[in-house]
């Protein structure tokens, strides 16, 4: 980027809350949410999120198909 440049504002939208994973010390919460990027289609997003939800730390994101893998290989793990 040139100097004097700014990123881009990233817009978000959480469109469903489904929960907290964990709250750190900073009072910031790891959390699983459907999240939609800049006008996109909503995915499942695990990332760290301020309280008041204005800022995120880095994090991970999968589409439908993604998260039904995910979520076999987890109940696969389990079930053993």
């Not at 964990?22 to 699983?32: F, H, I």
């Not at 730390?57 to 079930?79: N, R």
Request: hydrophobic residues 30%.
């Amino acid at each position: 980027m040139k100097e004097g440049t700014t990123m881009p504002e990233i817009k978000r939208e959480i469109q469903r809350h489904f929960g907290v994973l964990k709250t750190q010390y900073s009072g910031w919460n790891k959390e699983l949410n459907l999240v939609s990027w800049n006008g996109a289609e909503a995915k499942f997003d695990i990332r760290d999120w301020s309280p008041d939800h204005k800022a995120c730390g880095k994090g991970i994101t999968f589409d439908s198909e993604e998260a039904q893998l995910l979520l076999q290989y987890l109940q696969e793990e389990f079930d053993n």
